[in-house]
Nanobody, 122 residues
Framework: VQLQASGGGLVQPGESLRLSCLASGSALDLYTIRWFRQAPGKEREGVACISFDHHTEYADSVKGRFAISRDNAKDLVYLRMNSLKPEDTAIYYC?????????????????WGQGTLVTVSS
């Protein structure tokens, strides 16, 4: 499976963006997808995940603001980001994960999308 993330851009604080993660090479419906982000000078961190049966989990920093969803018919996973803050500025990556349960170590991930830059600034 190959993943391609898109949808990043420059927005002002309080605005919204929707990121997309498109899978190719294999159907997405059996996989867990996790979004990570990496801000300048910081470690990569998990943001949200969704399992094959639509179970979702979120990092505390984005709960209530971000929503992850999937459309298996289109091999797409989305990350809707509302009420964006300057601290959400980062490169966002989608990745294949084994399960959507608790935190995930980026070192354990073997399949990554190429990343899409989100900048939140006034």
């Amino acid at each position: 499976v190959q993943l391609q993330a898109s949808g990043g851009g420059l927005v002002q604080p309080g605005e919204s963006l929707r990121l997309s993660c498109l899978a190719s090479g294999s159907a997405l419906d059996l996989y867990t997808i996790r979004w990570f982000r990496q801000a300048p000078g910081k470690e990569r961190e998990g943001v949200a995940c969704i399992s094959f049966d639509h179970h979702t989990e979120y990092a505390d920093s984005v709960k209530g603001r971000f929503a992850i969803s999937r459309d298996n018919a289109k091999d797409l996973v989305y990350l809707r980001m509302n009420s964006l803050k300057p601290e959400d500025t980062a490169i966002y990556y989608c990745a294949l994960d084994l399960i959507c349960q608790g935190a995930s170590d980026p070192q354990s991930i073997t399949t990554w999308g190429q990343g899409t830059l989100v900048t939140v600034s006034s």
